[in-house]
């Protein structure tokens, strides 16, 4: 059992607080996701679990011992770092076979586990080499290979494919995500990028500023972010945002954005009182493009700015009355900049934050 | 093309080739014409001497007839036949003739066979065909010659010693080879070198390491350790001349005072032959160092934190990492740091020439004080050119295998 418990953890650096207070539960082989802009202190917390940063308050368990003041080799724990921090001057057997030497295992245990790990990384034919000979995929999984040798109970990775090629980023994804279905290890990931978050984990911990946002799964992120940073953080192309103002009670509420328009709000939980200042979220696939109004679309007159095409489908960015706006729509061959166009806002897939404390209603 | 060649030929090339060819010249200061002699300058043998020791005396089967022979040295006699044109003299001893020399004067062949049996020491060691009788000289072994030329050096070296010894062949001459002293120098040369350059890494690791860790003071510190590097040699030598002077030298005064000495065995760091190297090497490491821990210091910053991160998730202490990753991984750099250096050690001239001008007894004159000594002291142009040329096959060698080393690790 490979517990992770982060009970109140904080990182200060003289006044300035790297990690202000976070509390999470990785439950034991699950695959959880840190992610968050430069500076949200996402990879401070990842090195405070390795046991590389010093903690300043709090607590942290695996497995449900206590490890905040262990060394990190006691922590039970295998890391792979962003540029893989390989050992130049060992073969690829060293490099993997490094740790459990030092551990005093016996020659054919280890030769076992690294020929295990090299199996499933397909580094078999690689193991004589230097890592300088060795391509930057080829490095990446032998660092994911010295750390599964060590069977710990937690692997930690830090942003493992930012020095990869978009392709081989695409293709280690998928090798990861298989690598944790056949481990049996607890897995946490520190990522920026939010498509590897969305795609990878079990979970996904979105942080900002030293603090966690929401812990949830991807799809309850996507769908109900629970404030407006997380709403603009998850997804491609982000969320459109508008100011608004709350207007009238219970089922004939609605939100006024700027212009003039005027949004009726569907789901009358919202107690807000009359006159709230609010922020308007929608995402760009819940805007469409020509077609009929009805109870919850609402026909909103725009004129075209620019189109990005991507295939079959493109990102068009629009001006309404409210503001900029972009919408991705199916490609439609007569999009032309300056054109006048109808946008229908789907007002049932809407989110409304309050503009003060940015969390959601 | 022609101006770089030009510039090559002139400034590069021209003082190098000047050494070249003043030591194939006899010049000499005062001399008005200067003669090509050739390679003379380098070697040329006048005469070879033999020195003999351990002459085998007989091989006999069991320990204690060779107890017997030595015992019986006492009442043994010489015998003198001539033999040819030669004279042959043999000891007479416990029943045996066995004929030991043979020379072409009589006085010479029993003088010489007389040394060996009453002046030397005659013992026992176990050998293969039995127990071998040697006579081994303590200090004056047998002396033959000198000799014009090697054709009579091979005639007597094949008729003289008629039982086994162990001869060794001295030449004389007017080579800089043939010269003791640059024998000595050359000599001093490495341990001069060797010596610095071992306790300028023994102090100037542990001193990277040091300025590596992350203190307050490490940016002044890191300033000031370069001090004893940028100070000209000429003034900080005569600190040292002060530090290590004979009469008022301040680690003599702090002996002293301390009480680890007493006032009368105070050292004379520059006069006494035993210190003197050490005095000259001190100086010289403390000059160095410096260079070897910046040098090593910049291999240390270019070791990714992560690595060493990594090696402590690894489960790596202190020890381990210096050993496994921080000393494979700086080892280039150090190597090339140890070439520049033994470079610099190789061909000092300042330091030893303001320490010590190579004395006491030439016992720290080196091969660059030594060429100057000769070359310009004296006045022997040639041989003074000789002298210095040497010491540019034995660097390359050195250079060599730094650089064989080198390539073999990347």
Redesign the interface.
């Known amino acids: 059992m490979a517990e992770v418990v982060l009970t109140g953890v904080e990182k200060r650096f003289g006044d300035v607080a790297a990690v202000a207070g976070v509390d999470l539960t990785v439950r034991d082989r699950e695959f959880v996701i840190l992610v968050g802009p430069s500076g949200c202190g996402k990879t401070t917390t990842l090195r405070m679990i ?3 940063e010093d903690v300043t308050g709090g607590d942290i368990s695996i497995g449900g011992r206590s490890v905040t003041h262990l ?3 006691d922590r039970d ?3 792979v ?3 893989y ?5 060992m073969t690829v057997y060293r490099n993997m076979a ?2 459990l030497q ?2 005093g295992m016996r020659k054919a245990e280890i030769d076992r586990r690294v020929k295990e790990a090299a199996a499933i990384l397909g580094l078999s034919d690689l193991l004589q080499r230097k890592p300088r000979a060795l391509s930057g995929g080829q490095r990446q999984r032998v660092a994911v290979g010295a750390a599964l040798c060590r069977q710990a109970g937690v692997l930690l990775f830090d942003e493992p494919l930012s020095n990869l090629d978009a392709k081989l980023r695409v293709h280690m994804r998928t090798e990861l995500k298989r690598l944790h279905q056949s481990v049996k290890s607890t897995m946490i990931y520190v990522t920026h990028d939010q498509v590897e978050a969305m795609t990878m984990g079990d979970r996904i911990v979105i942080m900002d500023k030293g603090k966690i946002c929401q812990v949830a799964t991807p799809l309850e992120a996507y769908r109900s972010p629970a404030n407006r940073f997380v709403a603009g953080f998850i997804g491609t192309p982000p969320m459109n945002f508008f100011d608004g103002e709350l207007r009238g009670e219970g089922a004939g509420l609605s939100v006024v954005l700027g212009g003039g328009v005027v949004l009726p709000v569907p789901r009358p939980r919202i107690t807000g009182s009359s006159g709230r200042a609010v922020v308007v979220g929608i995402r760009p696939e819940h805007i469409r493009l020509g077609g009929q109004g009805n109870g919850t679309r609402v026909k909103v007159p725009a004129v075209i700015d620019v189109v990005e095409p991507l295939g079959h489908e493109a990102i068009v960015t629009a001006r309404c009355d409210a503001g900029l706006l972009q919408i991705e729509t199916e490609l439609h061959g007569e999009l032309k900049p300056r054109q006048p166009v109808e946008l229908f806002f789907d007002t049932a897939q809407m989110h409304l934050f309050d503009r003060q404390t940015e969390l959601a209603l | 093309m022609l101006p770089a060649v030009l510039y090559l030929t002139v400034f590069i090339a021209y003082p190098f080739l000047m050494a070249i060819w003043l030591g194939l010249t006899d010049a000499e200061a005062g001399h008005l014409k200067w003669n090509f002699v050739g390679l003379d300058n380098y070697s040329k043998v006048v005469s070879y001497e033999v020195r003999a020791n351990d002459f085998v005396v007989a091989t006999v089967p069991t320990r204690a007839e060779a107890d017997a022979l030595v015992q019986a040295r006492g009442s043994a006699k010489l015998e003198t036949t001539p033999e040819g044109p030669l004279f042959r003299t043999s000891v007479a001893i416990a029943g045996r003739t066995i004929p030991l020399i043979a020379m072409d004067s009589v006085s010479d062949a029993e003088f010489q066979a007389d040394t060996v049996l009453n002046e030397f020491q005659w013992q026992v060691s176990p050998g293969k065909g039995g127990f071998a009788v040697v006579a081994h000289a303590k200090d004056e072994s047998i002396r033959l010659g000198p000799f014009p030329n090697r054709a009579a050096l091979k005639r007597a070296l094949e008729s003289t010693f008629l039982v086994k010894t162990d001869t060794q062949i001295r030449t004389n001459g007017t080579g800089v080879v043939q010269d003791p002293n640059f024998r000595l120098a050359v000599v001093n040369t490495f341990k001069y070198t060797f010596g610095t350059e071992i306790l300028k890494l023994m102090i100037g690791v542990p001193c990277a390491l040091l300025l590596n860790r992350k203190f307050g003071a490490r940016r002044l510190l890191r300033g000031l350790v370069v001090i004893p590097w940028v100070i000209p040699i000429a003034i900080s030598a005569q600190a040292w001349l002060w530090i290590l002077d004979s009469t008022y030298s301040v680690i003599n005064w702090c002996l002293v005072h301390w009480g680890i000495v007493s006032p009368a065995n105070i050292v004379n760091f520059r006069g006494d032959p035993q210190w003197a190297m050490f005095s000259v090497v001190l100086v010289n490491v403390w000059r160095g160092f410096p260079f070897t821990a910046i040098v090593i210091l910049a291999g240390l910053t270019a070791i ?1 934190d ?2 060493l ?8 202490n202190a020890f ?1 990492r210096f050993l ?2 921080i000393s ?2 700086v080892r280039p750099i150090l190597m090339v740091s140890l070439l520049f250096s033994v470079i610099f050690s190789f061909t000092d001239f300042n330091t030893i020439w303001i320490i010590t001008k190579g004395g006491p007894f030439d016992q720290t004159q080196v091969l660059s004080t030594y060429a100057y000594q000769l070359g310009v002291n004296a006045g022997y142009l040639g041989k003074g050119a000789a002298t210095s040329l040497f010491m540019f096959p034995l660097m390359a060698l050195m250079v060599f295998l730094i650089l064989r080393f080198l390539r073999k690790e990347a």
């Open positions: 390795a046991g590389l060394p990190p080799k724990i295998a890391m770092f962003q540029s921090a390989l050992y130049p001057h490094f740790s030092l551990r | 990714p992560e690595i991160e990594r090696a402590r998730l690894d489960g790596a381990q496994y990753i494979p991984m």
